[in-house]
Structures are given as C-alpha cells and as structure tokens.
C-alpha cells in the first residue's frame, strides 16, 4: 500500500457476499475489544473463501511485456495452465518466452524452440527449487496471460498465501522493527489478500493483486526470517467485521490524523465495503511522530501544478482538466479526526473543482501522460492531509503524514510495539470494532 512506500484500492460487488456474511458467523472470532478468548479452533464453512492452507494468491509480477526469461534449477517444466503441466514440455534452463503473433514462443537454454498456444495462459514451472526472474525468485509457478489488445502478456505467480506473504511484509515494513509491529502487519495483509482475492475471482479476473504498492509490496522469495517468523504466529488470522472479510487498508504514516475509506475510494453499487466501520476515520493517539514523513513542507510552483492537475483531470476524466490557473486550495470538509476529507481548488477567475484529498495527493505528484516526470522527491506531496498557502505564484505546502492514513498507520503500530502492546492491542486501535478470526 502507502507502507514504506504503501495502498491504493478499489471496487466492486462480492457475489458471495451475502453468503460470506451469514456463514462466516460459525467462525470462531475474537472480538478486537475482548482479547482473551483463545484463538484454537478450526474455520468450518465459508462460502467463497477456502477455509484450508491451500488458498492460492495469483500476483501480477510483470504487467504488458512482450518477451520474458525464466531459470531454475533442472529445467523448466512448460505447459498451459489448464494442464497444470501434465501436457507440457521440460525445457533446458534458462528459458525465452516471446510472443510471436498468437503463439508463445520458448527457446530453451540448449537452443531448442517450442511454440505454445495463446488461447490458454502459458505455465511456467521450476523442476527443482524456485523460479526466477533476473535477480528475484519467487515461491511459485509463473502463468502468462495474454492481454485483452493481443499485443503483450502479464506475467503472474501462483503462489500459496502463507507463501506470499512474508515477501509482502519484508516490503512493508523496516527490517529493524519489532516482531510484535510485523505480526500486526501480517494479520492485516491477509486480510486485505483475501478481500481482494475473492472481489477479483467475482469479476473473471486473472490475477488477484498486483506486487506494487497498488496493492501489497511482494519482493517474491527474498523475505526475512522475521517475516517468516509473524506470517507462522498468526497463520490463518484474519480481520472480520459482522461477519464478512474486513478490507485492511494500512498505509506508512498517518500523521495524527487518520483518514476514512469512504471519502478515500468509491462507497456505491459494488464498492460497499468501503462502508465498513472499522475504516472509517476516529480520533485516536498515535505514536508515529517518529516516522520522516510525519511532517513535511515543500514549495512549488502554481503553474507547475496546475499543469499537473489538467493532466489528472485529462487521464481520470475529471473537470479539473480545463483548470488554468490556481488561486487557492482550502479544505472544505474535514473527517471527524480532523483530516480533510474534501479540497476546493480556485482559479484566479473564481471558478472551482473539488477533489478528495487522496485525489489531491495524486494530482500533486501526477505525470501519466503529461510528460511532466516525477516531482523530484523534495518536492513530493507525501499525503493529502496539507495546508496550502499560495502567494506570487508560488505554493508553500505543509503536509502531515504519508499515505492516505486508512486503517492501521504503520509507523503508528511499531510505535505502540515499543511501547509494549500486542499485536491484537494494535489491531483494535486501527480497525475498532473489528474482529480476529481464525479462517485456517
């Protein structure tokens, strides 16, 4: 997500959902506002989630690419994925995989080509040991999905949840914290792995995250032991709110003032998750005045950013594409932790467009198609919960925080883990109400 870089999210209806909600009420659930019940019972039922360790993540590695190489030990074993590699080839390694027209084409590391079939995603599987990817190896089989235009593939692992989830937390947080703040870190990335698992299953798609911060970081195989280690002590332990997989958004730094999901993403048909009440902005203390980000300033120019705006407004389809100048950006609604919900951005002509302030963010720091690059990183707009004074056609920003500061603040949790909370303390500040449930 925001994390050290962490979350960006999303968006539609859970088929399943109603039958989630009525059967998830035979899981044994800890309340995060009762702590001492046990957790040591078995998930019986649940529609639409696995309720054994065999649930697989399907993560998108590579997006859009035209040619691929892949080594492992013994060879590669080539197939198509229906298959599962019953069907398929072992190929000397390292392999080539080019897309030639609708055919894959695998010349091997003796020189021998193959052609495979476009029709149905190409499987890529190690013989011995794990797959790799340049200088990454990852934990399991790579399939390769043609793309909707026929003119690139995607390449995404299949891989075990408990597999992944150590590369996510060694992404997500710094190596020296605490074993407490990465079990926390672990119970929240399952969460949200599984809510996003079942809304992408819902909708056809072939890949259920993706490995950047869109998401969840996931740096494949290369995962401490301390991960490990927090993956293992809260294996199968995921947040639920009145009975449904709850959507654990967690970003790097709040700054003291958490944001809400519902002024931060979609609420309407398909988007109800982002109702829920444990993320949903309260005032609440949280000790991450530690962080880099806690405060920031930066002064850049208004013409600058409003080209970068028109860019924003252009690639979102938004109003704020004709914007020409910039008279002033205030807050207009504020959450109730006193984070600013909503912006009003004028022109020196008096005409305004309103934009949330995880979409001020964006368009602060926005390139896309504009051609504008990257603001450099002393001038990045870290979160949207800013102050903006704009004098002689220049904008002083004075920012809290990094992320858009939904759930649990990440600096926050190993701020309360120095401090001697538990990994469930921590979880009932960033999602109150919410509870643990054991799902394997």
Same mark, same amino acid.
């Given at each position: ?22 059967? !998830? ?13 046990? !957790? ?47 069907? +398929? ?32 995603? !190409? ?135 958490? +944001? ?52 924003? +407004? ?49 368009? !602060? ?76």
């Amino acid at each position: 997500m925001d994390g050290r870089a962490p979350k960006s999210l999303n968006l539609s209806r859970f088929a399943w959902r109603r039958a989630v909600c009525a059967l !998830l009420l035979t899981i044994p659930v800890m309340s995060l506002t009762s702590l001492e019940r046990p !957790l040591d019972e078995d998930v019986e039922h649940l529609s639409g989630v696995s309720h054994t360790s065999d649930v697989v993540m399907r993560v998108r590695i590579v997006r859009d690419t035209m040619e691929m190489e892949f080594a492992a030990e013994g060879g590669l074993r080539v197939s198509d994925l229906r298959s599962m590699g019953r069907n +398929g080839r072992t190929m000397a390694s390292p392999i080539r995989v080019r897309l030639a027209g609708s055919k894959f084409r695998v010349r091997g590391g003796d020189g021998r080509t193959r052609t495979f079939s476009t029709e149905d995603a !190409l499987r890529v599987a190690p013989m011995r040991g794990q797959i790799r990817m340049g200088d990454a190896a990852f934990p399991g089989f790579m399939a390769l999905h043609l793309r909707d235009d026929g003119r690139g593939f995607d390449v995404i692992e299949h891989v075990p949840l408990e597999s992944y989830l150590p590369g996510v937390l060694s992404k997500e947080l710094y190596p020296g914290w605490s074993d407490t703040a990465y079990e926390a870190q672990a119970i929240a990335a399952r969460s949200y792995a599984m809510h996003e698992r079942e809304r992408r299953l819902s909708i056809g798609s072939s890949f259920d995250v993706e490995s950047t911060t869109q998401d969840q970081a996931y740096g494949g195989s290369d995962a401490s032991e301390k991960a490990r280690n927090a993956v293992r002590a809260t294996r199968g332990q995921i947040l639920t709110y009145q009975g449904a997989l709850l959507r654990a958004y967690y970003s790097s730094t709040c700054g003291g003032h958490p +944001g809400s999901a519902r002024d931060t993403w979609p609420i309407g048909r398909g988007f109800e998750f982002n109702l829920a009440a444990p993320i949903q902005a309260v005032p609440r203390a949280c000790p991450c005045d530690f962080s880099p980000r806690y405060r920031w300033a930066t002064n850049r120019s208004t013409s600058e950013l409003a080209r970068r705006f028109r860019a924003f +407004g252009a690639d979102q389809g938004m109003a704020i594409r004709s914007i020409r100048s910039i008279q002033s950006i205030k807050p207009e609604r504020m959450n109730a932790a006193q984070r600013p919900a909503r912006y009003r951005i004028m022109d020196a002509d008096g005409d305004s467009w309103r934009l949330s302030g995880e979409e001020l963010r964006l368009a !602060l720091n926005h390139n896309g198609s504009s051609g504008l690059g990257r603001p450099d990183q002393q001038d990045m707009a870290w979160s949207g919960d800013v102050e903006i004074e704009i004098e002689s056609g220049r904008a002083s920003l004075q920012g809290r925080g990094f992320g858009h500061g939904v759930g649990m603040c990440q600096f926050g949790a190993e701020g309360l883990a120095r401090q001697g909370r538990t990994a469930h303390e921590i979880l009932a500040l960033y999602y109150p109400g919410a509870d643990i449930s054991t799902m394997y």
